[in-house]
């Protein structure tokens, strides 16, 4: 038992001495934002102060909890130092969901204002930023709060469940998870709605409305249609959602605006479908996928055994 303590005592200190030398880090790199553009841009006034809000977001309520993080760190406090932490983990999230409109908002301001977008090349060429941009620090916020959840983790791992400091550093770890998941959340529903425009620029004209709130892009790729009547098979491309199944097929690679866009053929809803594997279709490697909708029934094939097996699991899940 007591070689037990000794070496989880050993990991915590080693995780400890960790987390404080990347605070460190952390902090100087926020300093290089908070004091060589938020504050200088307040006083300058070059940018509005509603602007100023819109791309830093609460970067420098962040930078406070982080420093007084340090302090604790610093004396050893633990415990009640990622305690008080935690109250201000709400401010990850609320950054997560600025981020998106903060890089909007910074693109603009580069494009109209002439002022910032000399202020903002000047701030860079200084030696502390050691050819590091603004765009590379506005995001460390996110990505240190992944490391947060490793370091207590591994805290967590090593204290004894009888001390005092487990149920404090046990609380840390749940109130970080959850903020985790909701940053995950902000994150996947940010680059899923980017997929969705993407498909939906891909698609010639307006027809197919492919941006609805509540849908989920799954996957994309070539499948061959078999005919019902022997004709021969079409490659066509397909794009598979939460809700609905699009078949699509190349524009002609002349045509002077769609040359390189899809053409939408059919938008079969997910509803009512029914997905069976069908075997003994082919002789070579691949499968054949049978897609039963109300009024129509579609054959699918891939030459490619994988590949047929990860469609036939997504639009399983799909339906589902």
């Not at 909007?104 to 200084?126: I, M, S, Y």
């Not at 529903?189 to 709130?213: I, Y």
């Not at 524009?251 to 009512?272: E, F, G, I, M, T």
């Amino acid at each position: 038992v007591e070689e037990q303590r000794a070496r989880w005592g050993r990991k915590r200190s080693r995780t400890a001495k960790e987390l404080l030398e990347t605070e460190h880090k952390y902090l100087e790199q926020l300093d290089l934002v908070v004091t060589f553009f938020v504050t200088i841009l307040k006083a300058k006034g070059t940018l509005k102060p509603a602007v100023l809000e819109t791309i830093f977001g609460p970067l420098e309520s962040i930078y406070s909890a982080s420093h007084v993080l340090s302090l604790h760190l610093e004396r050893g406090n633990l415990g009640p130092g990622l305690e008080n932490f935690c109250q201000n983990l709400e401010l990850y999230g609320h950054y997560a969901e600025n981020l998106e409109q903060a890089n909007k908002t910074l693109k603009e301001q580069l494009r109209k204002n002439k002022a910032f977008r000399r202020f903002k090349k000047l701030q860079e060429t200084r030696p502390q930023f050691q050819g590091r941009k603004l765009e590379d620090l506005l995001p460390l916020p996110l990505q240190r709060l992944h490391q947060y959840k490793h370091f207590l983790r591994d805290l967590l791992e090593n204290t004894s469940p009888d001390s005092a400091e487990y149920q404090k550093l046990a609380k840390a770890v749940k109130s970080l998870s959850e903020v985790s998941r909701w940053v995950q959340d902000i994150i996947r529903k940010r680059e899923n709605s980017l997929q969705l425009l993407r498909v939906q620029k891909l698609l010639k004209g307006q027809k197919t409305q492919v941006l609805t709130p509540g849908r989920w892009y799954i996957r994309e790729g070539w499948l061959l249609v078999v005919p019902s009547k022997g004709e021969e098979l079409k490659r066509r491309m397909f794009f598979l959602f939460s809700d609905i199944f699009i078949a699509t097929k190349p524009c002609h690679p002349l045509h002077l605006l769609n040359s390189n866009k899809l053409a939408c053929q059919a938008v079969y809803p997910l509803q009512q479908c029914i997905v069976d594997k069908v075997f003994g279709h082919t002789q070579s490697q691949g499968g054949l996928l049978s897609l039963s909708f109300p009024h129509k029934t579609l054959l699918l094939m891939s030459s490619d055994q994988e590949d047929i097996n990860d469609w036939y699991r997504s639009l399983t899940a799909a339906v589902r």
